[in-house]
């Protein structure tokens, strides 16, 4: 009960902000953008795809591209939404209220994670929207790729709330957390580009990589080892924030 009440109060808290409505109307404008840039694409390729037995189709050249650029852009956005979950309570003191609350530190990271999740699925939804229309339309629509995409987007935010999350557990500067979060993220994403130079540390580079486990749900494969490394690096930075409030707590 404890973490619906704290996942509601940061969902209510994010909808007051601002910042994250400016969020909300960025990410459409950009993700609209894109979305007709690759249909129109799609439009002219399809006479020449017409002609080509086995050819890709709409889902592989609107869809796909979609919920690739839709990760990019989310890699962006999330260390600003997640950076005052922890560190603003800390900064307006408040953060010792809840410690000396009735709700245990794993009931307060979960809270948090809830409620900043359930505003990114907020996000995640108006993005769906855009080739379900196709769909609605009556274009042939692969939904067994459309559904792993979105899983693997789905995934793919979750890990970015879980380190935001975690950053802001650091510090009491909302703008340190926000710029450690964009750091880890990107280190982990182009931790992929070491994994084709033939170094000897390349399959381990690849693997840590969050873009190389996303690039199977893309092409409509849903990989076992890749949705347990996605909840593993997810229990992992959620278990370090978890630490990280009790290390505080001892000291309060």
Do not use: C
Request: no cysteine; proline share 3%.
């Amino acid at each position: 009960m404890a973490i619906v009440t704290i996942a509601l109060r940061e969902f209510k808290s994010l909808f007051l902000s601002p910042l994250a409505w400016t969020m909300l109307a960025v990410v459409q404008v950009i993700m609209a953008y894109m979305f007709l840039v690759q249909l129109e694409a799609f439009m002219q390729l399809q006479p020449q795809l017409a002609a080509r037995e086995g050819a890709p189709g709409l889902t592989d050249i609107v869809i796909a591209p979609l919920l690739g650029n839709a990760a990019i852009v989310l890699l962006l956005v999330a260390p600003l939404l997640t950076m005052r979950l922890i560190s603003e309570e800390r900064r307006s003191q408040s953060l010792t209220l809840l410690f000396s609350a009735p709700v245990s530190m794993t009931e307060i990271i979960l809270g948090k994670y809830a409620g900043i999740i359930t505003f990114f699925f907020v996000i995640l939804l108006l993005i769906t929207l855009m080739p379900l229309t196709l769909w609605v339309s009556g274009n042939a629509i692969d939904m067994g790729k459309f559904a792993a995409g979105v899983l693997g987007l789905v995934l793919m935010i979750a890990s970015f709330a879980a380190v935001g999350l975690f950053m802001s557990a650091l510090t009491s500067y909302p703008g340190v957390a926000a710029v450690s979060s964009f750091g880890v993220l990107l280190l982990l994403w182009i931790l992929d580009w070491a994994g084709e130079t033939g170094a000897a540390a390349s399959g381990l580079f690849g693997y840590l990589s969050l873009v190389r486990h996303y690039e199977s749900f893309l092409k409509g494969v849903f990989n076992s080892a890749d949705f347990i490394y996605y909840l593993l690096f997810i229990v992992t930075f959620l278990v370090l924030a978890i630490r990280r409030l009790d290390a505080d707590r001892l000291q309060h």
